[in-house]
């Protein structure tokens, strides 16, 4: 049997140009990765745009060793983070995707009640979750999707007004033609704006060329 419960885990963030507008960036890094990633990419260029932004760490580790192995080698204990766990092979959800998705809702609602502007930003498996923070977080205004594709068929609503994706041509992880349909199946069903952009010289990584032309989003 199964039944969800609220997920109560700390939740640990890096924060960039705080300032007192209405208007927040939430980025949500790849899987096994952890929020110094995005934010190694992203934090001087929202403090130079006075961006006020944050730059979250998935709840769930992925253990790179046994945490009482105490042989000295190089070994990290995490091999960084995930948001949830999907079993491809039996097409079943390990940890769903509503879990974080609530859990960051609970923490949005709590620290940034007063933001009422939010643009999510999610890289791989943090583009996949957006929609489902969106579903949960009326403030979100805009999603900046990268390298991902959205499972509009498992949302039970969606209002958020603007919906961005930027697709490497080249990627061998997210198949680029599926995650186009998706996006403009998802469009076609809650009638968003914004725009599908397949991305050419690219693959699945985050390069600078790609963070350009996100940070013209922002």
């Known amino acids: 049997m199964k039944e969800e419960t609220p997920l109560n885990l700390e939740l640990h963030y890096k924060e960039a140009a705080e300032d007192s507008s209405e208007k927040l960036y939430v980025f949500l890094h790849g899987y096994s990765q952890d929020m110094t990633f995005l934010y190694n990419y992203f ?24 945490p009482l192995d105490t042989t000295p080698d190089k070994k990290k204990l995490f091999n960084g983070y995930a948001w949830y766990f999907y079993d491809a092979q039996s097409d ?16 949005l609602h709590n620290k940034f009640h007063h933001k009422k502007d939010i643009t999510l930003v999610g890289y791989s498996q943090g583009g996949y979750l957006s929609p489902f923070i969106a579903q ?27 919906v ?36 050419e010289n690219e693959t699945h990584k985050l390069t600078t060329s790609l963070k350009n032309i996100i940070l013209e989003f922002l």
């Open 43 to 66: 934090n001087k260029d929202c403090k130079k745009k006075n961006k006020h932004a944050i730059f979250i760490q998935a709840p769930f580790p992925l253990v790179g060793r046994f």
């Open 92 to 107: 079943e959800y390990i940890i769903p995707v509503t879990t974080p998705a609530s859990w960051i809702k609970n923490f």
């Open 136 to 162: 949960e977080v009326e403030a979100v205004k805009h999603i900046i999707g990268i390298n991902c594709s959205f499972r509009y068929d498992l949302l039970s609503t969606f209002s958020c007004p603007r």
């Open 164 to 199: 961005d994706q930027l697709q490497g041509v080249a990627d061998v992880i997210v198949t680029p033609e599926l995650a186009q349909q998706r996006y403009h199946d998802f469009q076609k069903k809650y009638s968003f704006s914004g725009s599908f952009q397949m991305v």
